[in-house]
């Protein structure tokens, strides 16, 4: 019996590249239900997400190609796997996009591909897609780039001058720990250059600075601790002014090589709760002003799993509180479990008007401010 292979057409492919960009999950995750990635009704992967600006859209996400030429040991595309390989068309991308557009389901474009080829060759199909839509259909939405590691600074240029945000992934930290990822990459030269690169054309005053830049780490592969995480993510917030960083745990048995990740079977769910603990450790540094030192991490190396960051660091610093709620500076009130930026913000508006004298007074006593209150002064 002879069996007959069709070739996929448009439709065909985006089911496949549109579902396989589920491993790339920057820009679609974080630490909420409200900033986490939904299957549309027809079987493609559309994305409810906060953008790197704080502001909400829903993304059409789709990859360009699955055909990879990486080795990354994580990724269940990668070019030892025996899977279904399709490419679009940037022409194919832009007409089913646009189709999405005109039916008002998305309002925004998320794109990605697997390394076909070169970095270059890669790069020059993702940015003819923005081109197109950009010069010929006059699209004016939301465009994020996925940079390919590797690529020229004149196709990261290019990249950074269609799109409003563009992202390299991290994928772990330093040299050593993306040895145990890929023997192809270069983390210095393929990685955290092509990072310098974009932060230096995206800085406060130079032409590209509306455009955002964010980056992903995947979670666990290469057996990293959340100690140097966190150093490397420290450094990407104050000294190359990232706008987000995300994080994607790596998802334990989908490649067919064993990992440093993979030495012990892990618990689901302490996984995705490790994730969540950067999460917040993420937003403490963006909105909270924590800087590294401030992030209370374990003699292990690890974040508590039990309870989130900032509660930890309270019960390490017992001699810091209570914390006058009518004479301390933004700063400290961040530090005060169960008062955030919002409540924060009011505090320091209402007292301009006079001294708070009760926590009643700061709004409804939830668990939040009945919380607070056991660490305050008024």
């Known amino acids: 019996m002879v069996g007959i292979v069709s070739k996929p057409d448009t439709e065909q492919k985006l089911k496949i590249l549109s579902a396989d960009a589920q491993y790339d999950l920057a820009c679609a995750c974080g630490s909420n239900q409200d900033d986490r990635r939904h299957r549309s009704t027809d079987g493609r992967w559309i994305y409810p997400v906060t953008l790197p600006n704080g502001g909400k859209s829903v993304l059409f996400k789709t990859l360009l190609s699955n055909v990879c030429n990486n080795d990354c040991r994580y990724c269940p595309l990668r070019e030892q796997q025996d899977l279904r390989r399709c490419s679009l068309t940037p022409e194919e991308t832009v007409k089913s996009f646009l189709g999405y557009v005109q039916r008002k389901q998305v309002f925004g474009l998320f794109l990605s591909s697997s390394l076909i080829g070169t970095a270059d060759a890669t790069m020059q199909r993702l940015n003819d897609v923005a081109h197109i839509l950009r010069r010929r259909h006059g699209f004016r939405g939301y465009i994020h780039l996925k940079v390919i590691p590797g690529a020229s600074a004149g196709a990261i240029e290019q990249a950074v001058s269609l799109a409003d945000a563009v992202s390299v992934n ?32 995206t800085a406060k005053g130079n032409r590209y600075q509306r455009v955002k830049q964010t980056t992903q780490f995947i979670v666990g592969a290469a057996g990293e601790s959340d100690a140097e995480i966190v ?23 989908l490649g067919d090589e064993a990992l440093a990740g993979e030495q012990t079977v892990q618990d689901p769910v302490a996984v995705l709760t ?72 009011w505090i320091l508006k209402q007292r301009k008007s006079g001294p708070i004298g009760r926590i009643e007074e700061v709004g409804k006593v939830g668990v939040r401010l009945k919380k607070a209150k056991n660490y305050l002064s008024f």
Do not use: C
Not at 187 to 197: F, S
């Open 170 to 201: 991290i994928e772990t930290a330093g040299a050593a720990n993306m040895a145990q990822l890929s023997a192809k990459k270069d983390y210095i030269r393929d990685i955290i250059e092509p990072i310098k690169l974009i932060s230096q054309l």
């Open 231 to 253: 150093k490397y993510m420290w450094g990407l917030y104050d000294r190359l002014h990232l706008h987000r960083v995300y994080f994607s745990a790596y998802q334990q048995g």
């Open 274 to 345: 490790r994730e969540h603990r950067l999460y917040q450790v993420d937003f403490l540094m963006r909105q909270y002003g924590f800087t590294q030192d401030d992030v209370p991490i374990g003699a292990d190396g690890r974040l508590d799993l039990l309870q989130d960051p900032k509660q930890t660091w309270a019960d390490q610093h017992p001699e810091f509180f209570p914390v006058s709620i009518n004479r301390a500076s933004r700063q400290d009130l961040l530090k005060v479990p169960g008062l955030g930026p919002t409540t924060v913000r």
